[in-house]
């Protein structure tokens, strides 16, 4: 399978006929020799191979940072992708400048990563902070410096910001500090007159594999993509994925978890959820993971579908004409089994949007704060009336073989008043809910202790003045 691929690299473009499953990395590396962008973990972990992709948003041009290992080329048709060589002229820019002058560079393999995420931060943000630039870093591990020196580095870096006078053109203002070369200002036109893609929408019997985010398939089986025909979900130039209708909110399956933590919809209504939604793994796959691939994963320990399962989300499914819709928790039938016929897609999730009297929370333990996967993880969303329970939907993941929604526990606390005692029986029916089992991520006895913990911490951190941690302890 092939396929003409057209897209700007740096300063060039490019025309190639290449098989779209194809790893960007293995692209830049090998065709174009473009060797800055460095090999690495290969799975999403290290930022070795960061770089940036740039793309009509509406009508601007917004940059992510992503991992090119998981990026497939074809998503990249029509877009402008910018590596370490093409972040300069004929001498370092402003950001390189930093790293050399903090000392934040020793053998350097993991250098050109970070200095490519600090500049996407530069490029997607008018207003400067330096934690969150150097949060913009969050998926770059370095080997052998040590990060205080880079974290200098970004401190550094944000002194050239303080120049800019104008905001009125960022890219210029950009350009004149000497964070971006000069022929960024050009982008924006030669994009627009490269052929627009529209991504696929159905599948056929010949499709082997349907790419959505890419960030799981692309680390289990990236040599077996390259055997088959592919079917590319991307959300290319789509905007507004998440959307208030009739009082639910609505999240389109290609919505990548930067979308959700952006989204003014979520803000509003689950403003606990943004800082929450950073626990997933770094800003390269938060650009890049959606929604809809989250679910149909199928991890037992996945994030978003915990969330989802506790705001009592339905799925939207389509197969070719026909949609039919599916509560989240009836999805899953087994490990890695779902509910769904041939060729069926979720198209989007909805849930009702959370009621003035609603509470929300999610927890997650792992070995890592940033960047791990949970060994165990739980939500919860209720609504609450002069002290009862009048809706209430728990859920966990890590502990069972699927995404768990606690249907018995959710059933003994409606109608009930928030108390310690209720809270401590609910405890004990979800573990007879539960059947973990020993990894590497903890012993099943440890998860359901830290599932019987996380129920507490929903509850204590929810309602302090009516959960005593001394009652339940």
């Known amino acids: 399978m092939k396929a003409e691929i057209n897209f700007i690299c740096n300063n ?162 950009l350009m004149k500090v000497g964070i971006i070369p000069e022929y960024f200002s050009s982008i924006k036109e030669r994009l627009g007159e490269l052929k627009q893609k529209t991504a696929l929408t159905q599948t056929d019997s010949t499709i082997k594999f349907i790419i959505a985010g890419g960030t799981d398939l692309f680390v289990q089986k990236w040599e077996d993509i390259l055997d088959g025909k592919v079917n590319l979900l991307s959300s290319n130039g789509i905007s507004n994925l998440i959307k208030e209708e009739n009082k639910k909110c609505i999240i389109g399956a290609r919505a990548s978890v930067t979308d959700l933590i952006e989204s003014k919809i979520i803000r509003k209504y689950l403003p606990s959820l943004t800082e929450k939604l950073k626990l997933f793994g770094s800003l390269p796959i938060r650009n890049r993971a959606t929604i809809g691939g989250n679910i149909i994963n199928a991890s037992p320990i996945a994030d978003i579908t915990s969330i989802l399962l506790a705001l009592n989300s339905t799925l939207y499914l389509k197969q070719k004409k026909t949609e039919r819709t599916l509560p989240l928790k009836d999805l899953y039938k087994g490990y890695k089994k779902l509910d769904l016929k041939k060729d069926e897609l979720i198209d989007r999730i909805s849930f009702p949007l959370p009621a003035e009297n609603s509470y929300f929370s999610f927890e997650k333990v792992s070995k890592r704060t940033y960047l791990d996967i949970a060994s165990v993880n739980s939500s919860v969303y209720l609504e609450v009336d002069k002290n009862q329970i009048t809706e209430i939907h728990l859920s966990a993941g890590g502990v069972a073989p699927i995404p768990l929604y606690l249907k018995y526990s959710s059933e003994f606390l409606l109608g009930k008043e928030i108390s310690s005692e209720n809270i401590h029986e609910a405890v004990n029916i979800a573990l007879s809910e539960i059947a973990p089992i020993s990894d590497v991520r903890g012993s099943k006895e440890y998860k359901a202790l830290l599932l019987r913990q996380l129920i507490f911490a929903h509850f204590i951190t929810l309602f302090p003045e009516k959960v005593n941690i001394k009652e339940i302890a």
């Open 12 to 173: 060039s473009e490019i025309e190639a006929s290449v098989h779209p499953g194809l790893s960007l990395l293995d692209f830049l590396r090998k065709e174009l020799r473009l060797t800055g962008t460095k090999e690495g973990c290969r799975e999403g972990d290290c930022g070795a191979c960061t770089i940036l992709i740039g793309e009509y948003i509406g009508k601007d041009i917004i940059y992510h940072s992503v991992n090119s290992c998981l990026l497939p080329i074809g998503d990249v048709f029509g877009k402008h992708v910018v590596t370490i060589e093409g972040l300069n002229n004929n001498e370092l820019n402003a950001v390189q400048k930093s790293f050399v002058e903090e000392g934040a560079s020793q053998c350097g393999f993991c250098t050109p990563g970070f200095i490519v995420s600090l500049t996407g931060y530069f490029l997607s943000n008018k207003k400067f902070n330096v934690n969150h630039a150097i949060e913009s870093m969050d998926g770059n591990v370095c080997r052998c410096t040590g990060h205080f020196s880079i974290i200098k580095a970004a401190q550094s870096s944000t002194k050239f910001l303080s120049k800019i006078s104008s905001g009125k053109n960022h890219l210029n203002d």
